[in-house]
């Protein structure tokens, strides 16, 4: 924590605090909204607007000629004279070029999604309200372009261009959410998020490694909060508003509530959430396969099945969640800015729906398999600079996180009860900075250091005698360190080219400590040590106003992390698996190319994508000081590591259609193709786990005075039995059964309608229906079946 409190004094020695900057504002003819990431330039000197559309225009003093221009937006000249006598106001009037929105997750720092070479999808607060989703994994699958695969309705792994989980990256306002404990199965760690509290969702799809770290291969999906409004002049400003919402399916019960008070320098805003859900019921017309009419109940000290009166119903599948935030922002000046953010979340325990479909001997397999209560706690410290000597704009931020996360199960009749318990302490420290410099060029760098210290405990409980003894953990005491610095530079050649490319050197440290009382192996430690260096290169080529085309060359990777190196030490049969301390990071090797064109009511967009995963972490057989058994636990054992050993290919097309009329008609297509391989222990290849089938989404709607409807279907394709990866096939506790009795993924769809009426300025009123025509579906890969025929409604007052 010293080194981050030398780095935060260090870098506020270099603002200029007592500086004057002229800025000017830049905002739309249309509408009057401020257009972020506009440029002002002339003289070899360029000025661009931040988020809140200002611009530091001091360095073009005195100009004769001056250019405003922006992605989106018609340029325009003017001078010096010009702006003094406008008073700083830039006004801009839009072109007929595909409209991009203010997005940060592929530089850390605001920007135009137009000037990035990858595919982002954007979802801001507005679509939010109009969504209705009760997650952040279901507002993220009703993107049409992100696929959410969930083993119980407390859960939600987003799956991207045939990545998943670990090789995935979540960040919110910025900082790394993603722990040394990732594994590479499904994660619900997306749940934590409110999307009540949430400002705007991005997802950039393919490599983030450069900006974002190790993990970060298929994509990153970065969250902004809610921010706090300050007051205007002497005047304070109270914005907030509360929702409540309800649905059918799994008798939601939502309520939630954000204001914010804001000054001339002071900003404060608090915002909470709570939601209940009840078992979730899945429709009346689909595979047979998906129905368990029964679960088990425990009366006195004997498990029993227990028929249910409605077979429909997937129990236990209910749960209750808390999201808490609180953000205190000081403004100092034109050029410092100071925020404070504290976040927790917290759910109850809910049953992990697909290991109580598990059979054995024709009885339950389990009598208990739940996640105990999933926590995330985080305080954000962060530090916006403007006008330094070495940087435009800069943002110095320091988090700390604390994870907590459990699994409890017992065997059906069993008197043991077994608990793992993890927790994750995660501190990370970052710095970016971004300087613009003549002739359109602008440079970014910046520093990252992470820290996550692992604490495991294990103990089972006998239900008869009461008597708890400690057991195995999940994985072994450690820490996980990663130290990071990168460098990306962006060229605007003419007005039509925009020319990225970027640099990255990570160096990782793990060392993880064994107890010899729980692990019966000749060592009690490991340790890494180890380095990546990752890059991209990116163009945007922008012919006309009407076209915009996009080619993409990037690296990313994913460091072993503490789930890589301990878990595996879980003895079976005749094989334990040890610690491989060359391991090095996977790497993969992504490309994508898109073409984008817009007509006055209509855009079209088309992106190929292909990835190479090399060096990809699986166990193997392996040797210990020469042999390649031990005995382990008094039984002969073959000896396996996790080792960089396989390749990974996936190959995949994304398309978009969206129209619109300015009578207020509009529909959208979205649809996703994807083909993934990897290779197996014997050099055979198997078809991806991760690479969703073939889904998408349509809709079309109509914007009236005062009110909103539209209709919109979700699909999938089937997924064969022979198209299953094969560590899938046997998973028929999940899948439908096909005419062979073989495991596969059926096709299917929901139809859905939905509405919004506008009471007032105030009040909205939304409501839909969902699931139409009430099929039983269950989505690719999926312990848990959607939703079937199910009625929703919210009321929401904004002031």
């Known amino acids: 924590m010293k080194l981050i409190s030398i780095a935060l004094i260090g870098a506020c020695l270099v603002c200029p605090i007592c500086a004057h900057a002229q800025l000017a504002k830049v905002i739309n003819t249309d509408d009057g909204a401020v257009i972020p990431g506009a440029t002002l330039s002339g003289g070899g000197h360029m000025a661009i607007a931040d988020a809140d559309g200002l611009a530091d225009v001091s360095a073009l003093k005195g100009q004769l000629k001056l250019e405003a221009s922006a992605l989106g937006y018609k340029s325009r000249a003017l001078s010096w004279a010009e702006l003094l006598s406008d008073s700083f106001l830039v006004e801009l009037e839009p072109a007929h070029i595909i409209m991009d929105e203010v997005v940060v997750s592929a530089s850390r720092l605001p920007e135009w999604s137009g000037q990035v070479p990858g595919r982002i999808r954007t979802l801001q607060r507005e679509d939010i309200a109009a969504l209705q989703p009760q997650t952040m994994a279901d507002l993220l699958g009703f993107s049409g372009e992100v696929f959410i695969q969930k083993s119980q309705q407390g859960g939600g792994s987003p799956m991207i261009r045939g990545y998943a989980a670990n090789r995935l990256l979540y960040a919110v306002d910025g900082v790394r959410m993603n722990t040394a404990i990732f594994r590479g199965g499904n994660l619900q760690n997306v749940i934590s998020l409110d999307a009540f509290a949430t400002e705007q969702a991005e997802v950039l799809f393919g490599p983030g490694s450069v900006m974002y770290g190790s993990d970060a291969v298929g994509g990153v999906m970065s969250f902004e909060t809610l921010s706090p409004v300050y007051g205007r002049g002497s005047n304070s400003e109270v914005r907030g508003g509360a929702t409540l919402r309800g649905a059918t ?4 019960r939502t309520g939630h509530f954000h204001a914010s008070i804001g000054w001339e320098k002071w900003a404060v805003l608090t915002s909470f959430t709570y939601n209940s859900f009840g078992h979730l019921r899945q429709g009346r017309h689909g595979p047979e396969d998906y129905l368990k009419p029964y679960f088990v109940q425990r009366r006195d000290t004997i498990d029993e099945v227990a028929f249910q009166e409605d077979p429909l119903e997937q129990r236990p599948t209910a749960y209750d969640q808390f999201n808490l935030m609180q953000k205190v922002h000081f403004r100092a000046n034109e050029d410092i800015e100071l925020r404070y953010a504290f976040h927790y979340s917290a759910t109850s325990p809910y049953g992990r729906y697909d290991r109580h479909n598990r059979m054995r001997q024709g009885a339950p397999r389990y009598a208990q398999w739940d996640y105990g209560p999933q926590e995330w706690m985080m305080n954000h410290l962060s530090a916006s600079f403007r006008n330094g000597p070495l940087y435009d704009r800069a943002r110095i931020s320091l988090a700390h996180q604390q994870f907590g996360e459990s699994r409890i199960d017992r065997g059906f009749n069993s008197p043991v009860q077994r608990e793992r318990v993890e927790r994750v302490a995660a501190l990370s420290a970052n710095a970016d900075f971004e300087k613009s410099w003549p002739d359109g060029h602008l440079t970014r760098y910046g520093l990252e250091w992470v820290r996550n210290d692992v604490v495991s405990t294990g103990t089972d409980a006998d239900l008869f005698t009461g008597a708890i003894a400690p057991a195995a953990p999940r994985y072994p005491q450690a820490s996980w360190q990663s130290m990071a610095v990168y460098l990306a530079h962006r060229v605007e050649l003419a007005s039509a080219v925009t020319l990225q490319g970027g640099l990255r050197y990570n160096h990782y440290v793990l060392s993880a400590e064994f107890d010899p009382g729980f692990y019966d192996l000749p060592f009690r430690s490991a340790d890494l040590s180890n380095g990546a260096l990752t890059g991209s290169a990116g163009l945007v080529w922008r ?20 789930d890589d190196i301990g878990k595996v030490f879980d003895s079976e049969p005749g094989a334990v698996t040890v610690p491989n301390p060359g391991l090095k990071a996977e790497y993969a090797w992504s490309a994508d190319v898109g073409a984008a064109h817009s ?23 392996f040797s210990l000081n020469g042999q390649d058994s031990l005995l382990y636990d008094g039984v ?21 259609v969206e129209a619109h009329s300015r009578s207020g008609f509009r529909a959208a297509l979205h649809l996703n193709w994807q083909k993934g391989e990897e290779e197996l222990d014997n050099g055979e290849v198997s078809p991806s786990r991760h690479a969703a089938p073939a889904f998408g989404q349509a809709q079309v709607g109509y914007a009236g005075e005062g009110f909103e409807i539209s209709l919109w279907a979700q699909a999938q394709a089937e997924r064969e039995a022979e198209g299953l990866a094969v560590e899938e096939r046997g998973k028929t506790e999940i899948y439908a059964l096909d005419a062979e009795g073989r495991a596969y993924a059926p096709a299917w769809y929901t139809l859905n309608v939905r509405a919004r009426v506008f009471l007032s300025a105030s009040w909205q009123l939304s409501a839909g229906l969902e699931n139409l025509t009430d099929q039983r579906y269950r989505p690719y890969s999926s312990g848990v079946s959607g939703p079937g025929r199910n009625f929703f409604f919210s009321l929401t007052a904004r002031f």
């Open 249 to 252: 399916a799994n008798a939601e």
């Open 599 to 621: 007509w006055e009511w209509l855009e079209v967009e088309v992106t190929g994508y292909y990835s190479y995963l090399d060096r990809a972490l699986v166990r193997r057989n």
């Open 543 to 562: 012919p006309t106003e009407r076209w915009a085309l996009r080619t993409n060359l990037g690296t990313a990777f994913r460091s072993p992390n503490v």
């Open 636 to 656: 002969l054992s073959q000896v396996q590591a996790i080792q960089n050993a396989a390749a990974g290919r996936v190959v995949g097309l994304q398309g978009r």
